[in-house]
């Protein structure tokens, strides 16, 4: 984890440990997801770091590496989903992941973006841009620093979709997704008796289609949406001298502009938590505040009240920690679960549940400032350790404003030779408000799925990837109140990868989706994939 690499003695003393932007009782309304990394020569080195102990985590040396890589593919696909059309396509995917350490300034940067050239439909002929940054710098020693982050890729607007690279979509199907933010932040520390921070966050978010030939305006006009807020906040935090007892206050106001639901958005909120520790391994919890938030759209959404918890955190080993609460937040009253369990040195079980309203361009936001990046650009919890998906392709993209329950479960194992990771989603949404007039009305959408992904190492000579996922989606008919069909969605894919030189690997891979695609009345539609590729590091 990126926290990890703060233990180096010169970066310590003027860096702060990185974990996350939102203080623990200021938590997102809807936790982001877990899961693991679906590329298969990815995996492996993610869960490997997952399972490391923090203890045993070295520190990143002093300076910067840079670490550039270019992967060619040809591919082949009996059916671009969204038409009726086979092609060839070349997908050109250089890249460059940068790790950067200094006494004052710690940053990890990853940027992969894709070109891809159909051969028989060049008007689906795209470009994708996929990145992942995270850069402290310290302005003041131990007083004021700058948090810079970013994150963006290309996600299916199709309910059902798997992994990106499993399948192939028409390019009125591919939404741009990006967000970007930045936190300069003061911190003043009261010896071991408190800390408090006080800050302000700028976030950015855009969602757009690669093309809109043939769409409908309303279409268009409801996925295309963008978003700017302003976050303030103070928080105090105790400290060890309070012994037992812990206690945490938060308050924050965010104002947001944009197009939808999000122009002219705002939430306020005040909380405290209070923690007192019953043994070692057991600390009750229990807080209360208010909140006043507001959403435009159709039509305009509005809550004031109160908002409670209370719960238990239990950590019954050193990589094991289980926060369990139930409360009210966004005029819900719910429970919400968040942890990670660890039965073995090589084995994680992490889970997730919450309630609550929000938005698709809030939760890339908050899954941002509440995660870091690990030196190979992948998303963690920094409290957990727990792999987080910032973008789900199963659920799809959502424009609107929705009442939203959602639930991960994912395991990880790791052995000498293999490497398996089991997931399981849950995601039910109610819309409360509309982007646009024309989308407005009643709508519900249900999904739930189960992946797993098995990487097997044949010795030194080649690796196999075998993926696997299984769901099912529900979303109401264009008539307002009437129920659409349940939509079963099924991915399989199986690849191998040959090591032709330490830093030259061959791909061959062949996938089969079968998944609901939505245009006017709701198909099923089959397509195959193979793609033959290298990939250089240098």
């Known amino acids: 984890m990126l926290g990890a690499g703060l233990c180096h003695p010169a970066v310590a003393q003027l860096l702060p440990p990185d974990l996350g932007w939102t203080p623990q009782i200021g938590m997102p309304s809807v936790l982001p ?66 790790n950067g350490d200094t006494s004052v300034f710690h940053t990890v940067v990853t940027y992969t973006p894709v070109v891809e050239f159909f051969t028989q439909n060049g008007d689906q002929n795209r470009v994708g841009q996929n990145f992942n940054a995270d850069a402290t710098a310290t302005l003041v020693p131990e007083r004021l620093f700058l948090d810079l982050r970013g994150f963006g ?61 043939g769409l409908p305006l309303a279409s268009i006009q409801s996925i295309n949406q963008n978003s700017t807020a302003q976050r303030e906040y103070v928080s105090v935090t105790s400290g060890p001298n309070l012994d037992r007892v812990s206690i945490s206050g938060l308050a924050s106001a ?100 919450s309630e609550g309203v929000t938005t698709d361009q809030e939760q890339f936001q908050d899954a941002l400032n509440s995660s870091v990046l690990d030196p190979f650009g992948n998303r963690v919890d920094p409290r957990t350790g727990a792999p987080l998906l ?18 991960t479960l994912t395991g990880t194992w790791l052995r000498d030779h293999d490497t398996l990771s089991l997931t399981v989603g849950w995601l039910r949404d109610y819309q409360l ?26 010795a030194d000579r080649f690796t196999t990837s075998t993926y696997f996922q299984y769901g099912t989606t529900n979303q109401l008919a264009l008539t307002p109140g009437v129920r659409g069909p349940t939509q ?14 330490t830093k030259l690997n061959a791909l061959l891979q062949y996938s089969y989706s079968s998944q609901p695609y939505f245009s006017g009345l709701v198909q099923q539609q089959p397509s195959n994939l193979v793609i033959v590729g290298v990939k250089k590091t240098f």
Request: glycine share 10%; hydrophobic share 35%.
């Open 33 to 98: 997801d877990t899961g693991t990394n679906a590329t298969p020569d990815a995996l492996r080195q993610q869960i490997d770091r997952l399972d490391t102990a923090a203890s045993k985590k070295t520190a990143p040396p002093l300076g910067w590496t840079f670490t550039p890589q270019i992967a060619v593919n040809q591919e082949w696909t009996d059916h671009i989903l969204g038409t009726n059309q086979s092609s060839f396509v070349t997908a050109v995917q250089p890249g460059l992941t940068a």
């Open 153 to 213: 890729t290309v996600q299916s607007g199709i309910p059902g979709s798997g992994p990106s690279n499993m399948f192939v979509l028409s390019k009125s199907n591919e939404i741009q997704v990006q967000t970007y933010a930045a936190r300069p932040y003061l911190v003043q520390q009261f010896d071991d008796w408190a800390t408090v921070e006080v800050g302000g966050i700028l976030s950015y978010s855009a969602q757009n289609l690669l093309s809109t030939a």
């Open 254 to 353: 965010m104002q947001s502009s944009g197009t939808g639901v999000l122009d002219g958005a705002y939430r306020r909120e005040g909380d405290m938590e209070f923690g007192y520790a019953i043994t070692r391994s057991v600390i009750a919890l229990a807080g209360g505040g208010y909140e006043d938030i507001h959403y435009s759209g159709f039509p305009n959404f509005n809550f004031t009240g109160p908002q409670w918890d209370a719960g238990v955190r239990l950590t019954p080993n050193a990589d094991s920690s289980l926060t369990i609460r139930y409360g009210r937040r966004d005029g819900v009253t719910a429970p919400r679960i968040d942890g990670v369990l660890a039965p073995t040195n090589r084995t994680r079980i992490y889970l997730r549940y």
């Open 390 to 407: 910032l973008v789900n392709n199963f659920y799809g993209v959502q424009t609107y404003l929705a009442q939203e329950k959602r639930g």
């Open 433 to 458: 408000s509309a982007p646009t007039p024309l989308t407005a009305g009643a709508q519900t959408i249900t999904a739930v799925y189960g992946a797993i992904n098995w990487v097997h190492q044949f």
């Open 488 to 501: 079963n969605a099924l991915i399989a894919s199986a690849s191998l990868i040959y090591p032709v030189t």
